[in-house]
Nanobody
Framework: VQLQASGGGLVQAGDSLRLSCVAS????????MAWFRQAPGKEREHVAT????????SYADSLKGRFTISRDNAKNTAYLQMNNLKAEDTAIYYC????????????WGQGTLVTVSS
């Protein structure tokens, strides 16, 4: 599976942004999808996960209510809707995929930079 993330950019605090992650191949619907982010000087952190059938979503506690993960299996695409962005959301955002029966995220996109100015 190859992943291509897009949608990042420079926005102001309070703005919204939607990231997209397009996956290659015909087995997208068997993969759990996730978003991670890495801010400058910090470790990578989990943002959100959505299971392969879309039945379960999970979020970092600090992001609940502002970020929403979704997917369209017909388009091989996962999304991350980010609302009320804050300066501390500035980071490179990565999408990742794993086969639903596996534990580790084996496939990663190249990352898309989100910069939030205050």
């Amino acid at each position: 599976v190859q992943l291509q993330a897009s949608g990042g950019g420079l926005v102001q605090a309070g703005d919204s942004l939607r990231l997209s992650c397009v996956a290659s191949g015909r087995t997208f619907s068997t993969y759990d999808m996730a978003w991670f982010r890495q801010a400058p000087g910090k470790e990578r952190e989990h943002v959100a996960t959505m299971t392969y059938r879309g039945r379960t979503r999970s979020y970092a506690d600090s992001l609940k209510g502002r970020f929403t993960i979704s997917r369209d299996n017909a388009k091989n695409t996962a999304y991350l809707q980010m609302n009320n962005l804050k300066a501390e959301d500035t980071a490179i955002y990565y999408c990742a995929a794993k086969f639903f029966a596996n534990n580790d995220y084996a496939f990663w996109g190249q990352g898309t930079l989100v910069t939030v100015s205050s």
